[in-house]
């Protein structure tokens, strides 16, 4: 049979069978919750289904590699993610205090996981057309949905426990080691609940268009706050050991569910205080009191708003399309009209201006990876001359010239963007390309590129400017100058030999491009160093920007005319 | 037609798929102002015709001629001649109808103030002046279907290619686009209109091109179809394709559902 290679590791099929066979004998809760069992054991069956059945990606097919083994590398890189959490376990020594961050951190994980993997589960739209029209009452159709992510989170939850719980069973008597696991479950929970209700509440209260932008702008500051705490998570717990700090002097931590999770173990070591008792007490209230809260009193009408997601019935907010006057134009269109020098360069302008700063997936996959800019800001300057005061960490910055170093990680930015520009869930859109009679493909990917500079480029050497000439003097132009030119032609070079297609014009896609990817770092991190080692000649530095500008120049002109063979339409 | 030379002309037009035969072959001739109404059952060559003459497939044999342009040789000539508006309504939905209708007016190579203005008059045309500045995610398929009938015509063409223009459009919408298809073609233009919908087809076009198996195997006009007076399209069409049985169907399902 061909088609089950194409289909999810059998494996994890059967375990997902296995605990969908296991939620359902507890059909007397379901049916106490307001649940039409029949409907919801037929709901979940279906799901689980159409899951297993789901079809692994063009690309992935070419490949001949089937998704079972993208499922098992998932769970293996769970399981490191784990080993992580496990390490916490180890390295403080307060267990109270490593298991409150510990469980923050499988908490903070696995709502990052729903928020980004089972965002389409939750709210999916095909349920209005097959569920809906069906005599199915809204506390099935929302349980069963989070019955069904719960299943789905089963494989990451166990892969995220493993090692923490072969290390626990080494290391802790069995009544602790009983008591993690129910820990880890109500922590499971405690994600349920938080990204559902955030759903539900959010979706009750705010208008339908309000409501998609509240969820974009979750998981960006979510994958943000998850690519801070790579960064700065090993800091934070080397701080932690060093000063052998107690969850007493990091109050903060006791808003925390996981705080509250994490005090059994106290209780259990014979802490009977008020604080950890009422801890105990919150911290199995509030997950059951979330999950009746989500089913009983947010649900009612949730469906009925997921269904307007996708449908027109909505009411539209009427645009004053009529008062709009020809002069009044908003600013991509301004920037444009003086950057681009035809028609058919602004189209490129204007597609990729407007689709990067209106599409959800693109602003997720790009802005998280711009946060490693302020990131390593900070970590240039807390480096630089450790112990010394302020000033004279700025003097030593300014007189190394590592500051340059800002300027070139910017221009990494530059890499992500045109990795993620041609590509969109709406590629199919792109037919239009193909029917306009488009000369030259040169002009308009010309614009495709300005709007990438001006967009991406411009704003961080605007900020290095405001922040580099008061901090460190007017000899930071031309260094500013230079890398800026460097980039432009970075950019054009990138654009010549890895986009092969049309802004928005293919399916996406993990792109295998690592080793070029490395390359353009390197090359990156070469001219960086060496502008470095000559910034104290500040006229060889103001000749070589005159260059570099002039070469990049040359070369927009020279892409203006490039005929873009790859951009042929594929009839396959 | 005689005196006048063809605007669109198909000769011996063939392409396959590897060793199946789509198209066997195709002889047209086209001319200024008629409303062509291009019908045939699924996989009969209807959309490899279309896409050979939006120039979406340039590997074909035979010739295709647009204004005695060949098609392989000056597609972006062909190209800007035409306006297409698909059976599927794919578009950037995140964009508005006016930044939509922009971006494709620019491609047409349009000056900015012409695809504003355009864009207004023919978005207050089909109702959907009040949501110009919306968000097309948020639109129904009809109102969808609106935007691209626009983008198909906003550049002015002198052809346009129509593939289920009518898909997802309530009645009131479908009226206004017949009229609107007869009225481009008083204007002169010419409009090649795919559909399955076979009583709009017999409205508005006033010559039928029926294909199936990949070759046309009539062509003349509703009434040079018609055996006899009350005949209507359908009937033609099942009758000349093969499925006049659907009667014979439908009863067996009430059969079985009893």
Known sequence: MHWMHLTSSPLFNNMERYILRFILLFRGVWENLGVNFAQFKIILETKVTLDNRKPITFKKRNTGKSSSSSSIIQFILYMIIGLMFMVILILIPDRYLALSIMLLCFISMLSITLVSDFSPILLDTRDQYIIMPKPVNDRTIALSRITFIAIKLFNQVIALCLPLLIYVFFNWDIIAIFLLVVQLLLSTLVALVFVNGFYLISIKYLPIQKFKDIITYLQIGLSMIIFLAYYLGPNLIQTIVESQLTIEQLKFLWLFPSTWIASFQSLLLGDHSLQITLFSVLGIAVPLFGIYACTQLFSRGFNAKIAALASADAPLPESKVISQNLTKRPLYKKLGTKLCSSPLEEAGFSIVWLISSKTREFKQQLYPSLAYLPIYFVFLFLRTGEGLPIREKLVKLGESGLYIVMFYLSLLTILTVFQLITQSNKYKAAWIYYVTPIDRPGQFMTGVLKACLIKYVLPFNVLFLCICVPLFGISSINDLLLSSAVGGIESILIMLFLVKNYPFSKASQSSSKALVNLLILGLLGLLGYLHKVIFQYELLIWGLAVLAWILFFIMLKYLQKEDWKSLAFDDN | ?258
Request: charged share 25%.
């Open chain 2, 1 to 258: 037609m005689e005196g006048l030379s063809p605007l669109i002309r198909i000769i011996d037009l063939k392409k396959s798929y590897g060793t199946k035969e789509i198209l066997k072959g195709i002889n047209l001739d086209i001319f200024p102002g008629q409303v062509i109404g291009y019908i045939g059952p699924n996989g009969a060559g209807k959309s490899t015709t279309v896409k050979i003459l939006t120039g979406l497939i340039e590997d074909f044999t035979g010739k295709v001629e647009i204004n005695g342009i060949d098609i392989q040789k000056d597609p972006l000539s062909i190209k800007s001649q035409l306006g297409y508006v698909p059976e599927n309504a794919e578009l950037y939905e995140v964009l508005t109808p006016m930044e939509y209708l922009d971006f494709v007016g620019k491609l047409y190579g349009m000056e900015d103030h012409t695809i504003q203005e355009r864009s207004l008059k023919l978005l207050s045309a089909f109702g959907l002046a009040v949501n110009a500045n919306n968000r097309m995610d948020t639109f129904s398929k009809g109102m969808r279907q609106k935007v691209l009938l626009i983008s198909g015509i906003i550049h002015n063409p002198q052809i346009i290619i129509l593939d289920e223009p009518l898909s997802g459009l309530d009645a009131n919408a479908v009226i206004f686009v017949k009229e609107l298809i007869s009225l481009l073609a008083k204007e002169g233009k010419t409009i090649f209109y795919c559909s399955h919908m076979m009583d709009v087809v017999e409205k508005v076009s006033d010559r039928i091109l029926l294909i199936s198996q990949g070759s046309i195997i009539a062509d003349g006009t509703i009434d040079e179809l018609k055996s006899n007076p009350n005949e209507s399209l359908e009937h033609i069409f099942a009758k000349l394709t093969n499925t006049d049985n659907d009667a014979l169907d439908a009863s067996d399902i009430i059969t079985a559902i009893q």
